[in-house]
């Protein structure tokens, strides 16, 4: 298989880009993701709260998945997660967590790196009380990213989830909401001269330094 050939036949950068003026860019890198984020829904991208999400275990590997965004704070990111699940474990035993963002129909990418926060057990009990009974499910099974016997084992597992979520729809467990606090968030705009855009805003004492970087 030459995978090269595949590769030419889709080029990158081949989108009508916008313009990104750094020197009106917001001090606060949140005004700047709300503002990316919302041009993103009006451009039409396809799925904007998605990304990908990175975590390294207690013993330094990393594993990166693809999951959504749930909600924005002033100061962070909200996900959910089954604790039990491999990121659960990770962001146990290691807080440092990064989020990517790409936005291929508008040549953009936002980098977050920072640390995770777990909310307190109301707060996700709350939270799960108001998700999708499926979801509910899912969650309850309690063995994301643990080896599968079979699909009929899921399927198995899965109706006995949602026996006790319709039997009982509060029967929290270990579903998690974790607050990603950034310390370095980075806004690149692709050019089709290649001459990108990427600008840094890095947690100091008192708020947040920019800086410029090279594409």
């Known amino acids: ?10 080029p ?8 990104f003026k750094v020197e009106t860019a917001p001090d ?39 999951v959504n965004l749930r909600d924005m704070e002033d100061d962070g990111f909200i996900i959910g997660s089954n604790a039990e699940s491999r990121k659960g474990q990770d ?3 290691n807080k440092s967590v990064a989020m990517t963002f790409y936005w291929r129909e508008v040549g953009r990418q936002i980098r977050i790196t920072g640390h995770a926060e777990a909310a307190p057990e109301e707060v996700n ?25 079979s699909m009929e084992e899921l399927e198995r597992e899965m109706r006995e989830a949602a026996r006790l979520v319709e039997e009982n729809p509060e029967a929290f467990k270990t579903w ?5 606090v950034p310390s370095e968030m980075e806004f690149f705009q692709a050019r ?16 947040w330094e920019k800086l410029l970087l090279w594409p």
Do not use: C
């Open 91 to 93: 962001m146990e035993s």
């Open 1 to 10: 298989m030459d995978i090269k050939k595949l590769i030419y036949k889709s």
């Open 192 to 207: 089709k001269d290649l001459v990108h855009t990427r600008l840094k805003y890095v947690r100091v004492d008192d708020g």
């Open 28 to 66: 606060d890198p949140f005004e700047t993701f709300y503002e990316w984020f919302g041009h993103a829904v009006e451009a039409g991208v396809l799925e904007p709260s998605v990304f990908m999400f990175s975590t390294v275990d207690e013993e330094g590997a990393p594993s990166s998945r693809i």
């Open 12 to 19: 990158a950068l081949a989108g009508d880009y916008p313009d």
């Open 176 to 180: 998690t909401l974790y607050k990603v």
């Open 125 to 149: 009990r709350n939270d799960f009380i108001r998700r999708h009974p499926a979801s509910k499910a899912l969650s309850l099974t309690a063995k994301q990213s643990f080896e599968l016997g």
